[in-house]
């Protein structure tokens, strides 16, 4: 039984749940970050994404657990290992959403529309958008847009820039983009024996692509720190796109130097400079926001 459940915790993904921290960015660029009552909103909207991700990622295993068998690292999942059985996978996954609605409807109805909807999505995905070339990115990226959404209904937003969805947008794109690539990468000519949408992708129109997503994205996140209404007036705001510059070139470096990017959340809670940027970017946009203003 307890190799059941630490089956179940591993394919729950909980290392992923960062990801679902992006209903976070309305709190801070609105300049709520420490007013309780949004806070505490907030956290637990970010706690229902969990669940709600959690199942997903269930879900996304139980489709997928023929093709991660002859995955050279997916093989190593609870599910398609044997270590975690199918019946108590679907139980669970239909378990988390059944509780994280009503809870989503009782924290804001608003909220509960779009986790609802993220839900819906990712079935879609699941079943039919991820093997439909470049809808199949634009779909992931979709999901990082609901969460920052979730964000700003759960805070009531007075100041939050539209320029900030399109720079998650655009972020979510880069890093999936340079994920696809990744994958091309690992398994050589046997990409689309595991996975068949990577037979519409190679690695000159992926890297063509990247060339575009990372241009826009920190070009979007300047163009918020000097157009966006709300931000002080002497534009202090753009002493943070070094941070966003050099992430995105470090990931870029990672991608392509070193081989990494496979997985993002993996490589934002090991690289060091990574985290280094994130951390550095943070408290300047705190500084900035709240005690310069």
């Known amino acids: 039984m307890n190799g059941q459940i630490m089956g179940l915790i591993r394919t729950m993904r909980i290392r992923q749940w960062p990801k679902n921290g992006f209903v976070f960015v309305p709190l801070l660029f609105d300049r ?10 907030t956290a ?6 969990c669940l709600a991700s959690s199942a997903v990622y269930l879900m996304n295993d139980l489709v997928d657990i023929e093709l991660d068998k002859a995955h050279p690292t997916k093989r190593t999942r609870p599910l398609a290992s044997g270590q975690l059985s199918k019946t108590l996978a679907v139980i669970v996954a239909i378990l988390l959403p059944a509780i994280a609605l009503p809870l ?45 959404a979730a964000g700003v209904v759960l805070v009531d937003v007075v100041r939050f820039s539209p320029w900030l969805y399109l720079f998650t947008t655009m972020l979510a794109l880069f890093m999936s983009f340079g994920k696809r690539r990744q994958e091309i990468k690992l398994l050589a000519g046997n990409a689309t024996n595991h ?28 163009l918020y720190t000097f157009s966006a209404e709300g931000l002080p007036a002497n534009h202090t705001m753009m002493l943070t796109i070094p941070f966003v510059l050099y992430g995105t070139l470090r990931y870029l470096y990672l ?33 900035i926001l709240y005690v310069l203003k």
Not at 44 to 49: E, I, V, Y
Not at 207 to 214: F, G, K, M, S
Not at 267 to 276: H, N
Request: one cysteine or more; hydrophobic letters at 60%; charged letters at 15%.
């Open 32 to 41: 709520k970050l420490f007013v309780t009552e949004y806070f505490v909103a």
């Open 44 to 49: 637990a909207g970010f706690a229902l994404l």
């Open 104 to 148: 989503a409807y009782f924290l804001k109805p608003a909220f509960s529309l779009i986790l609802a909807g993220y839900l819906v999505l990712q079935i879609a995905y699941s079943f039919r958008l991820k093997h439909v070339v470049l809808i199949d990115v634009m779909c992931v990226a979709a999901g990082f847009l609901l969460r920052v």
């Open 195 to 222: 996975r068949a949408i990577l037979d519409q992708y190679n690695i000159a129109l992926l890297d063509e692509i990247i060339v575009i997503v990372t241009a826009t994205t920190v070009l979007t996140y300047s």
């Open 255 to 287: 991608i392509h130097v070193r081989g990494e990017g496979g997985a993002p959340e993996e490589v934002a809670l090991r690289d060091r400079p990574i985290q280094a940027a994130v951390i550095g970017w943070a408290a300047s946009v705190v500084l």
